[in-house]
């Protein structure tokens, strides 16, 4: 059963305009998540995070947002650039462990 | 960067073989895990570690075995390699666990079971 599900394993989006990445969880008592980028051939690499006391967390272009009631998580990057491009994977704090999601992969072209 | 070191970083080996990953930390983390990353799976918890020989289960154990002897070393085995374990395999570590903090990750081990 996946706790952590991201429904858009795609996403396009031209350059300078806003990416939404979408992440939602079924289990109520995860009260961190986080956001990881990755490139191909490389690890995942931390990107933000936010506390469930919190309902956004801002660091620069990147805004994660957090709907408790609706168990659902975004990441909004503005402007995005092609830099962006990567796979994104969000993640739920499970008791010493993170619970992934699958993934989506962000094409931000020209 | 955080320092984590897996090695191999690529392996091709035959079904029925025994296969070990080492992870190699210099930041004295006290958690330590590994993920395999798959085509519509995401990362998947394997095992993961809370301390010199305190280890634990993930959500795709089977068919793994780990073993933490020192801070800084934390060995995955495959006893008996199936094609189904060819995937691409991620150390990580965490100072704290994860409470309110993340997980640094290494570039990862790509392994190819034929």
């Known amino acids: 059963d996946q706790q952590v599900k991201q429904n858009s394993p795609s996403l396009s989006v031209q350059e300078g305009r806003i990416s939404i990445l979408n992440c939602d969880y079924t289990?109520?008592?995860?009260?961190?998540f986080l956001w990881y980028k990755k490139y191909p051939a490389e690890g995942p690499t931390f990107l933000i995070s936010i506390s469930s006391i919190k309902d956004k967390n801002e660091d620069g272009r990147f805004t994660v947002f957090l709907n408790k009631s609706a168990k659902h998580l975004s990441l909004h990057i503005v402007p995005s650039q092609p830099g962006d491009s990567a796979v994104y994977f969000c993640a739920a704090d499970n008791t010493d462990k993170l619970i992934f999601g699958t993934g989506t992969r962000l094409q931000v072209f020209p | 960067d955080a320092g984590i070191t897996q090695s191999p970083r690529h392996k091709v080996t035959e079904t029925g073989t025994p296969v070990t990953l080492r992870c190699h930390q210099t930041e004295n983390h006290r958690y330590m895990y590994w993920y395999r990353q798959d085509p519509g799976h995401g990362l998947r918890l394997i095992h993961y570690?809370?301390?010199?020989?305190?280890?634990d289960k993930g959500e795709v154990s089977d068919g793994y075995s780990v073993s933490r002897s020192k801070t800084e070393d934390f060995l995955l085995t495959l006893e008996s390699a199936t094609s189904s374990q060819t995937s691409v395999y991620f150390c990580?570590?965490?100072?704290?666990?994860?409470?309110?903090?993340?997980?640094?990750f290494g570039q990862g081990t790509r392994l190819t079971v034929v």
């Open positions: 289990n109520s008592m995860f009260d961190y």
């Open positions: 990580a570590i965490s100072e704290t666990g994860t409470v309110n903090t993340e997980a640094f």
């Open positions: 570690s809370y301390g010199v020989k305190d280890t």
